[in-house]
T-cell receptor, first 113, second 114 residues
């Protein structure tokens, strides 16, 4: 079975500061991991995904995430926050063999001027 | 179609009534999901269809909830005898067959039970 835990329902950073959104997963098979973003009044869209190739994955808008098997983590980072990054971010896990995709509870990112 | 289409976009109903929510996935996508998004609750998995396999209904919260997918395409989520706690945004998503493929989401149906 798969599950995802996102630490922190709300994260607030200043513009230009590092963004770090935490995600830990549990999976009974090698996982596929995803980050999705939901901007205000918009649908969910894929930010990046890990599918067992490089452990450091780069996504859109300057975001990246690193798969760490030993820590069962897939934290999302961005070196310098922009006001337009304010959104809700969801970590998700599926797995080899056709496992369904399960989402975490989400983290809302606030960016202060 | 160009994307995942859901209808209606908004539905207001009275407690105890039945509602049907519709999802048209992207053509060729064999995987289809229903999720529920409530304030502060993230995306709650409801049901998963994959090709001709039996659906994974493990996320349906009660027997008032059911879903079907006809001809491997359109899906309908039915909620019988609606309750106020059913109020939420119901999201449909589809993807290509493999579980490493990204999900394409519809805009959702905002359900309000009065």
């Amino acid at each position: 079975a798969q599950s995802v835990t996102q630490l922190g329902s709300h994260v607030s950073v200043s513009e230009g500061a590092l963004v770090l959104l935490r995600c830990n997963y549990s999976s009974s098979v090698p996982p596929y991991l995803f980050w999705y973003v939901q901007y205000p009044n918009q649908g969910l869209q894929l930010l990046l995904k890990y599918t067992s190739a490089a452990t450091l994955v780069k996504g859109i808008n300057g975001f990246e995430a690193e798969f760490k098997k030993s820590e069962t983590s897939f934290h999302l980072t961005k070196p310098s926050a922009h006001m337009s990054d304010a959104a809700e971010y969801f970590c998700a896990v599926s797995g080899t063999g056709g496992f369904k995709t399960i989402f975490g509870a989400g983290t809302r990112l606030f960016v202060k001027a | 179609g160009a994307g995942v289409s859901q209808s209606p976009s908004n539905k207001v109903t009275e407690k105890g009534k039945d509602v049907e929510l519709r999802c048209d996935p992207i053509s060729g996508h064999t995987a289809l999901y229903w999720y529920r998004q409530s304030l502060g609750q993230g995306l709650e998995f409801l049901i998963y269809f994959q090709g001709n396999s039996a659906p994974d209904k493990s996320g349906l919260p009660s027997d008032r909830f059911s879903a079907e997918r006809t001809g491997g395409s359109v899906s309908t989520l039915t909620i019988q005898r609606t309750q106020q706690e059913d109020s939420a945004v119901y999201l449909c998503a589809s993807s290509l067959a493999s579980s490493n493929e990204k999900l394409f989401f519809g805009s959702g149906t905002q359900l309000s039970v009065l």
